[in-house]
């Protein structure tokens, strides 16, 4: 049992190029999303999902794009790298809706932007 | 709306003391609370959450948090610290709706034991 699995673990792009980070989970998992940890600043949500073929924004989503065409999987898009992009992020999964469902965290994704 | 405010950023304790976290939370709608810890290189794992039943939390590795809405905090406490402690805590809220689950997350404290 893989859990959440991101990749690549380690990214380094230059601006403005295009990249997608992928998530995958194996536990069957509704609800998916995104977040990416600054230092000072907590983790913050880019995008989340309540079920294959439904995503919403969250509080930052500027610059990202995702999609969930399956139950298993929620990779995030870079449309346009730019360096304040250069981050942590942190795919996370929860078996259903519900605001006492615990998540579960991937180990993150390292990815700077030059 | 809701937000989270840990004080300290970076708190250290010699091994064997009592750990505090602090974290305060404020939120229109009764809450949910919840403590994560992230190791280096690591995710963030679970430790303990409250959700509107006992107002004493127990987690794991020891530790617990008490939800005190007269003073809007959730405190997580550990009596006696160990080495493999040191980490990151987060404290998050999410409102207590369904269909409105967004955890809004702490800045976060690092945690040092002092051997």
């Known amino acids: 049992n893989a859990g959440v699995t991101q990749t690549p673990k380690f990214q380094v792009l230059k601006t403005g190029q295009s990249m997608t980070l992928q998530c995958a989970q194996d536990?069957?998992?509704?609800?998916m999303s995104w977040y990416r940890q600054d230092p000072g600043m907590g983790l913050r949500l880019i995008h989340y999902s309540v079920g294959a073929g439904i995503t919403d924004q969250g509080e930052v989503p500027n610059g990202y794009n995702v999609s969930r065409s399956t139950t298993e999987d929620f990779p995030l898009r870079l449309l346009s790298a730019a360096p304040s992009q250069t981050s942590v992020y942190f795919c996370?999964?929860?078996?259903?809706?519900?605001?006492?469902?615990?998540?579960?965290f991937g180990d993150g994704t390292r990815l700077s932007i030059l | 709306a809701q937000s989270v405010t840990q004080l300290g950023s970076h708190v250290s304790v010699s091994e064997g003391a009592l750990v505090l976290l602090r974290c305060n939370y404020s939120?229109?709608?009764?809450?949910?609370l919840f403590w994560y810890v992230q190791y280096p290189n690591q995710g963030l794992q679970l430790l303990l959450k409250?959700?509107?039943?006992?107002?004493l939390v127990k987690g794991i590795n020891g530790f617990e948090a008490e939800f005190k809405k007269s003073e809007t905090s959730f405190h997580l406490t550990k009596p006696s610290a160990h080495m493999s402690d040191a980490a990151e805590y987060f404290c998050?809220?999410?409102?207590?709706?369904?269909?409105?689950?967004?955890?809004?997350f702490g800045t976060g404290t690092r945690l040092t034991i002092i051997p």
């Open positions: 409250y959700t509107s039943a006992a107002t």
């Open positions: 998050a809220v999410s409102p207590n709706n369904f269909g409105n689950e967004k955890l809004t």
């Open positions: 996370a999964s929860s078996q259903a809706r519900g605001p006492n469902q615990p998540q579960h």
């Open positions: 939120s229109s709608v009764p809450p949910y």
């Open positions: 536990m069957n998992h509704e609800y």
